[in-house]
């Protein structure tokens, strides 16, 4: 039988969230990350442990299946990949900073600057599309020392809480790039490889689900039974239990995580009492 090959970063910021979705979806993996390559004792897939930089390339080149990096990756190698599914993990934007005692004019700013970065093709379509006339200054790391060295007037580069740009002296000027991690795979898959993957997705659905929701209990007066239900649909309906007192009754049902608060406050409203809310394991529906 075929297996998946599954491209994920060996090491750094990707990694151990990228293990965490396959334990998940309770695929067990018998050796560790020291090996490049482990195949799971469970399930059909193989993972091999790659710098993030060439994981683009060996999905076109079929030497993986597929992969998890971070969009920004993706964009900026441009390879002949789909991308499959984002992940919700390694969130960062890939912004331009400038030293933090200049001032900001927008982003003409940048007419006749050099800029160092680590993403010469995500920048370069940037300023082109905002008719910018910039010099490029491709480095593969330390971006951030750049302009104290002499070597850029500003930067672009990955960013998430902006502590870094700070110790550095610099300031974040423009978003070019919101970036996740997402699931990219090789657009030739065979019929075996798909079935497997799909399988997989199924199993990162349920558990994605699962999180958006919470399982919640509550008690309430029978004659409020109408009430309660328009609040809380569930995925059906709410289960509803008499309680032994014969005038109250019992709710089970689901919330979505964004909407939780406010569908509390209605239900305190309606007269729900002993609110209880549980996290939600798997969801298949
Ligand atoms: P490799 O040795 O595999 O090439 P790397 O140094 O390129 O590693 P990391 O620093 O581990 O990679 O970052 C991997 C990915 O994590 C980035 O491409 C990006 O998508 C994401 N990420 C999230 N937050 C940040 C951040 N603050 N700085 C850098 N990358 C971040
Ligand atoms: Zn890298």
Not at 7 to 31: N, P, V, Y
Not at 155 to 172: A, H, P, R
Not at 192 to 201: G, P, V
């Amino acid at each position: 039988m075929e297996k998946l090959k599954i491209a994920i970063q060996k090491k750094g910021r990707l990694s151990e969230k990228s293990l965490e979705l396959f334990k998940d979806c309770g695929i067990k993996f018998s050796t560790g990350i020291s090996s490049l390559k482990t195949e799971s004792s469970n399930f059909p897939v193989e993972l091999l442990f790659l710098r993030d930089d060439d994981i683009p390339q060996y999905v076109e080149k079929s030497v993986a299946d597929i992969g998890i990096l971070g969009e920004n990756e993706v964009l900026e190698k441009n390879k002949n990949v789909k991308s499959i599914r984002k992940l919700g993990f390694a969130s960062c934007r890939l912004s331009l900073a400038i030293p933090k005692e200049e001032e900001y004019t927008g982003i003409t700013y940048f007419n006749n600057k050099k800029v160092a970065t680590s993403y010469p093709h995500i920048l370069e379509e940037y300023f082109k599309n905002n008719n910018i006339n910039a010099e490029l200054e491709e480095i593969g790391g330390s971006v951030e020392i750049a302009p104290s060295i002499g070597l850029a007037d500003g930067i672009c580069d990955l960013v998430s809480s902006g502590s870094t740009l700070l110790t550095n002296g610099l300031k974040e000027v423009e978003v070019v790039l919101k970036s996740q991690a997402v699931m990219i795979a090789n657009p030739n898959l065979s019929e075996e490889k798909q079935e497997i993957l799909e399988k997989l997705i199924f199993r990162l659905e349920a558990k994605k689900k699962s999180n958006e929701h919470k399982y919640i209990i509550l008690n309430a007066p029978n004659d409020k039974l109408e009430d309660i239900i328009k609040v809380i649909p569930g995925m059906r309906s709410p289960s509803v239990f008499p309680l032994a007192d014969g005038k109250w009754s019992s709710f089970h049902s689901v919330v979505k995580e964004d909407t939780f608060w406010e569908v509390i406050d209605e239900l305190k409203e309606k007269g729900a009492e002993g609110i209880l809310v549980l996290p939600i394991e798997k969801m298949i529906y």
